[in-house]
């Protein structure tokens, strides 16, 4: 079973759109992440949540909402689009109390067009 | 600010040759300092971390080393092969339950 899953794998989207990328996780960790990754291949935080709790949103835009709807799951939902967007956005999940491990999902490679 | 900065951000070793990437973090209450590997088009998976506790950790031909007073941890590849060709990051976790990554290096290992 894959520990950490995200989809879709690829989106591609017109400007000005509203989208989401979901977010589920098997580990029973109680911390999960979003991370942005530029072409650049920095990787960096965007919201991080404990057992279904916001604990950390990184001067993200308010067009990023996370959901959380329980601890085994962190959905990301972006609206009006832009190409700055484009990037690709990994979900992770830890047991950060513990400071363990953190494990990534595939990735969504996100291009807005 | 809070932050993890990585040294250099690309690098190129012949194989068979050693590499060392270098980090520096912020917070003196960092405990848990993680390297990750992340081939192309992959997710980053963890290769080794290391606790506060000690100061080195070995793993086949992978090290790293910790000190807790200059703030500072590397990772060192031994005997390097093509394999190792990745983007590779440290972390760290910083203030309240935040992993914060650094700025990556490119190792590209030449045959």
Known sequence: DTAVSQTPKYLVTQMGNDKSIKCEQNLGHDTMYWYKQDSKKFLKIMFSYNNKELIINETVPNRFSPKSPDKAHLNLHINSLELGDSAVYFCASSQISLTEEAFFGQGTRLTVV | ?111
Not at chain 2, 42 to 58: A, F, H, Y
Not at chain 2, 75 to 86: G, V
Not at chain 2, 89 to 110: D, E, H, S
């Open chain 2, 1 to 111: 600010g809070e932050n993890v900065e990585q040294h250099p951000s690309t690098l190129s070793v012949q194989e068979g040759d050693s590499a060392v990437i270098k980090c520096t973090y912020s917070d003196s209450a960092s405990n848990y300092f993680p390297w990750y590997k992340q081939e192309l088009g992959k997710r980053p998976q963890l290769i080794i971390d290391i606790r506060s506790n000690v100061g080195e950790k070995k793993d086949q031909r992978i090290a790293v080393t910790l000190n807790k007073t200059a703030k500072h941890f590397s990772l060192h590849i031994t005997e390097t092969q093509p394999e190792d060709s990745a983007v590779y990051f440290c972390a760290a976790i910083l203030g309240a339950q935040k992993l914060v990554f650094g700025q990556g290096t490119r190792l590209t290992i030449n045959p």
